[in-house]
């Protein structure tokens, strides 16, 4: 669990530099940061927004979990 000082940190930060504040939560290779870059391109509102919604909503250790881990091959 984040406490409250790391999250309003990080809300801070996404709103100065909003692909930051996202690689900060959830790295800097990942969906999130790319599509809070390209939206920060386009436009300096949407980035923020879309980095506020990624750092308080989304949750990655939600999506991958044992049940639902990603099965990679191995040759």
């Given at each position: 669990?984040?406490?409250?000082?790391?999250?309003?940190?990080?809300?801070?930060?996404?709103?100065?530099?909003?692909?930051?504040?996202?690689c900060l939560r959830h790295?800097?290779?990942t969906v999130e940061f790319f599509i809070c870059l390209v939206l920060t391109c386009l436009g300096y509102l949407p980035g923020i927004i879309y980095a506020v919604y990624a750092?308080?909503?989304?949750?990655?250790?939600d999506y991958?979990?044992?049940c639902r881990r990603p099965i990679?091959?191995?040759?």
């Open positions: 669990m984040v406490s409250s000082c790391e999250l309003c940190c990080e809300i801070l930060i996404a709103i100065l530099l909003p692909p930051v504040g996202v790295g800097c290779c750092i308080l909503f989304l949750n990655r250790d991958f979990d044992e990679y091959y191995v040759a």
